[in-house]
C-alpha cells in the first residue's frame, strides 16, 4: 500500500472541510453554496484520494456518508431500513465498470437486467402507512435519522393519504422524490423575486425549501409533487420477485411512478436508455439530472448489499450539469425592438447545459440589485432545457477587491438618445422611438400600421429588406422612396412596388391623433392619441405640454405623461418629425379643423357597404368633420349614407324623412370639405 504523503492527507482534509461546508448549506439551508458540478468534483477528487490511500479515509467523511444533519425544528424519525444514497456514473466507461462489478459479484457472465428511472431532482421521502393510512412521512437526513415532515406532506395532492384497494400489507414504507416541476418553479421564483424575496437557485433547492417549511400552509401553496420509486418491507418475503413489478404495485396503491421509467437488458441497453432520456430531458415538465439504473431482481439487489452510503446495485448516470460556476466580465446592455433596455452578463465562457456559454440575461437592474451582482463576481449560471442561460446566485465570499456596481447607461448604447425608467417600471427603455436602430422596424410597422397611417402593403417582408438593405433608416425615409428604387429588388414584384409607392404617397395626410398614434410613444394608445388630439389642437402644443398639462388629459397619468415628454424631449425624434413635415407630410390639426368644424352637433348614420372606403374610413372622415357618427336612425340623426345593400335603417331615414346621401353624393360631399377619398 502506498504511504500517503502530508501533501495528500492536508489536502483530503481540506476536501472533507470543504464538503462539509458545502453539505451543511445544501442539506440543511436549502441553499447550495457551489453548484452540482463543482461539488460532485471535489467529491469524486477525494474519492479517489481515499481510493489510491485507503488509510486515509476517517469515519466521518462525506464519502462514507449520507446527506447531512444540523439542528432542526422538526421531530427526528429514525429509519427502520437506511436511505442511501447513489453512486454516480459520470462517464460511459464508468457505468461499464460498475455492470462489469455487479457481474463480477454475481460471478456471472450474463447480461443483467436493470430498470433504467429518471434520477428526479428533487428529495427523498419515505412514507410510512400502517393498515393502508399514511401515518408518518420523513426526510432522508443522514441516511439512519430524517425530519418529521408528515403535516407538510400531506399538503402534497399527488400523496394518497390512504392507499387504494385492498391488498397491501398491514405496515409498508413507500420512498420516492418530492420535486417541483419546472412551470411551478418558474411561478414560485417570479412571485418571490417580485416581493424582492431571495429566490431559489433551482427546482430541487425549492422543493427542499418548500417542503422543510414549518407551516405546512406555506407548503400547500408550493407546486410539489412526488413520484414513488421503491417499497420497503421488513418482511421482505412479501415483496414481488421485481423491482418493476413492486413499482407496479405501487401504483395500483394510488402512487405516481415515472411514465419513462424503463427496462434494459445489458450494459448496451443502459447506454441506449441513458441517450433517449438525454434526448427527452429538455421536453419533460420536470427536472432530471441523470438515469438512475437498478437490478431489477430483488434477490439479486439483496446478495449484492450496500456499501456505507450507497447499494452496490444501482448507479445514477449523470447528465451534463446545468449550473457552474464563472465570472461575470462585463455587463453589457441590450436595446430590443420596443427599446427596452436588457442588462447582458458577459461570462468567462463556461460549458453548462451541454454547450459553452458566454452570456447571461440579468433581465433588469431591479434584478441586479436582488441579486448583488457586480463585475468581476463569481456566480452560479444555469442553463436548463432551451431556457436562455441565466445568473442565479453571486458567490459574495469570491467577490474580489476590484469588483465594480453595475450602472445604468444614460444614454442608449445604440443612438445615444436618453435612457428612461420611469418610477414603478421595472424596465428602463430608450426614448429614441422613432430614431433608434435598434427599434427601427418596430416603429416603421407600428407607423404603417392599419390604425396608423395604414400604408397598405408595408408588411414585415418590406420592412425587412428596405431596412436591411439601408434604404430607409427611419420613417420620413418611407416617402422619398421612388418605383426605381424598388423595382429592382429581388423576390419583390413590379406590381406590389408600385402599389406600395401608391399607398405610401396616400398616407400624407393623416387627422392629427393617427399621427401622434403612429409616433408609437409608449402606451399611447388609440384612446389616448385622440385625447390628447381634441385637448390640445396641434402637434406643437402636445409637444411642449409639461407633464402636469399633460395630466389634465383624461386618460393621461403620471406614467403616460413621462413617456409623452420624454419622446419629445429627444432632438433625434423632433428632427424626424421635421422631416416628415419636410417630405410633405401634413396632419390636419384639430385646432383649425375645429373653428371650422363643419358637422359639429351632427349625429350621422352609415349603412350599406361603400366601394371606395370602409367603414371605418368612412366614420373616421365623418368624425373629423365634427359629426357623431351613430349606430341606428332616430328623428334627430342628420343625414344617412347609404352604400350598396343598405338595410333597414335606409327604409327608416325614409320613413322619418331623414336626408339620405348616395356613395357619390358622399365622396364629392367630402371633397367639398377638403377630404380626398
Ligand atoms: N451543491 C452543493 O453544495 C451540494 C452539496 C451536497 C450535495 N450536492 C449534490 O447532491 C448529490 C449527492 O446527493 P445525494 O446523496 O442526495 O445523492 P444523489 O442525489 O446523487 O442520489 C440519491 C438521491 O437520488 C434521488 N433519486 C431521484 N430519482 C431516484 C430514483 N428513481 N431512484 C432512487 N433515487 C432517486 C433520491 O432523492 C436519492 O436520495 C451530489 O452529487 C451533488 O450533486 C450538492
Ligand atoms: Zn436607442
Known sequence: MTKATPDVISRAAELRDMLAEYDYHYYVLDDPKVPDAEYDRLFRELQDLEAKYPDIVTPDSPTQRVGARGETTFEEVEHRIPML??????????????DRRVRDRLKTSDDIEYVGEPKLDGLAVSLHFESGILTRAATRGDGYTGEDITANIRTISSIPLKLRGNSFPDVVEVRGEVYMPRKGFETLNKRLADRGEKTFVNPRNAAAGSLRQKKSSVTARRPLEMCAYSVALEDESRLPATHWEALQQVKKWGFRINPEMCKATGVEACLDAYNDLMEKRAGLPYEIDGIVFKVNSLALQQKLGFVSRAPRW????????????????????????TGAITPVARLKPVFVGGVTVSNATLHNMDEIRRLDARIGDTVFV?????????????????????????ELPEVCPVCQSDVVQIEGEAVARCSGGLFCPAQRKEAIRHYASRKALDIEGLGDKWIDILVDRGMVHTVADLYKLKKSDLTGLERMGEKSASNLIKAIDRARHPVLWKFVYALGIREVGETTAKALASHFGTLEAISEADEEALQSVPDVGPTVAGHIRSFFDQSHNQE?????????????????????????GETWVLTGSLSGMTRDEAKDRLESLGAKVAGSVSRKTACVVAGEEPGSKLTKAESLEVPVMDEEAFVDFLASHGIES
Not at 589 to 596: K, L, V
Open 85 to 98: 444514497s447513489l453512486d454516480n456514473a459520470f462517464s460511459e466507461e464508468e457505468l461499464r465498470d460498475f
Open 314 to 337: 444501482a448507479i445514477a448516470q449523470k447528465f451534463p450539469a446545468q449550473e457552474e460556476l464563472t465570472v461575470i466580465e462585463d455587463v453589457e446592455f441590450q436595446v430590443g425592438r
Open 382 to 406: 444555469r442553463r436548463a432545457g432551451d431556457v436562455i442561460p441565466q445568473v442565479v446566485k453571486v458567490v459574495t465570499e469570491q467577490r474580489p477587491d476590484n469588483a465594480r456596481i453595475v
Open 576 to 600: 424626424i418629425i421635421q422631416a416628415l413635415r419636410d417630405a410633405g407630410v401634413q396632419w390636419q390639426s384639430e385646432e383649425i379643423t375645429a373653428s371650422e368644424k363643419p358637422l359639429k
